[in-house]
């Protein structure tokens, strides 16, 4: 029943401003789902698990991290059949984030630019919300990012602030070092910058077990604008350094496929149709080159069951939504999961 309700609902939300309508159906998914309505609605699908680095997804789909900054929507977006959610980017300290307005609708290309600025209620807040979930069975992924306030050469001590405070609570942990909406984090992405994040968080990690007697997975979200050469070299470090899984791609810069529209000019990342074969292409570079060894979870475009199963063809072995599931609704999920 929610799956013929949802292109009704998307009408009406989009007569709002993005990011309002954005508050409005978080708001309208936690009260629904706190009176058992969305439970009653929702579509269910086949289980299909899919297990990697020692976790076991209850099924392929995902939902990206940026949907539920605040992880206040946790057990609400798990009833419409994420197999797992992340949550985040969650920073060290509070932040509001670029000024509004920062989140633009292109509907003609099916796709979102949005220069967000990772605004959040910070790690611990986010933290306590995620601990309220009391009914989402599946895998939790926490982002964490760097603040904006905080310059590149310390960068490191923001993710590991961030990386121990989530450890204890998370699944899944993802440093997001690409988002293009914080100045300078891109750069993160340098061979050397990467190594260095990587060897600190692996550390961190290495700490962590030991006294936890808990082995908590990592990965680490990439950008799609990376030619072969960024993406061979980067692979070796991430390989090298034993990162658990890469998740590809965020959102990007180019704006070729959407030139004309009057958002294009709009600063910020493009996310949805647009980039759906490049970060194809990109997760392709990416399998080739890091092989086996480090499993990749694909995100970028995906609208379609055709695009999720062109993602895993190219070596993704899951696969996240989000512009697609704004455009799409919780159809898209289970098209998805059948399928896989």
Known sequence: ML??????????????????????SMAGLRVSEKLGILQSISETSPAKPVTICGLTFPNPVGLAAGLDKEANTVDA???????????????????????????????EHQALINRMGFNNPGIDAGLANARSSTSFSG???????????????EANEDYAIAFEKAYPWADYITANFSSPNTPGLRDLQSEDSAARLLEVLKNLQSKLQQESGRYVPFALKVAPDLDTAQIARLSRVLRDGGLDFLIATNTTLERSAVAGHQNAKEAGGLSGAPLTKHSTEVIAQFHTDLGQKVPIIGAGGIFTAEDALAKKAAGASLVQLYTGFVYRGPALIHEIIRAW
């Open 139 to 153: 895998i939790l992924g926490i982002n964490i990012g760097k603040n904006k306030i905080t310059p590149n050469e």
């Open 77 to 107: 977006l798990g009833a419409l059949g994420f197999g797992h959610i992340e949550v985040g980017t969650l920073t060290p300290k509070p932040q509001d984030g670029n000024e509004a307005p920062r989140l633009f609708r292109l509907p």
């Open 3 to 24: 799956n013929s309700l949802y292109p009704a609902a998307r009408n009406l939300l989009f007569r709002l401003d993005a990011e309002r309508a954005h508050h409005v």
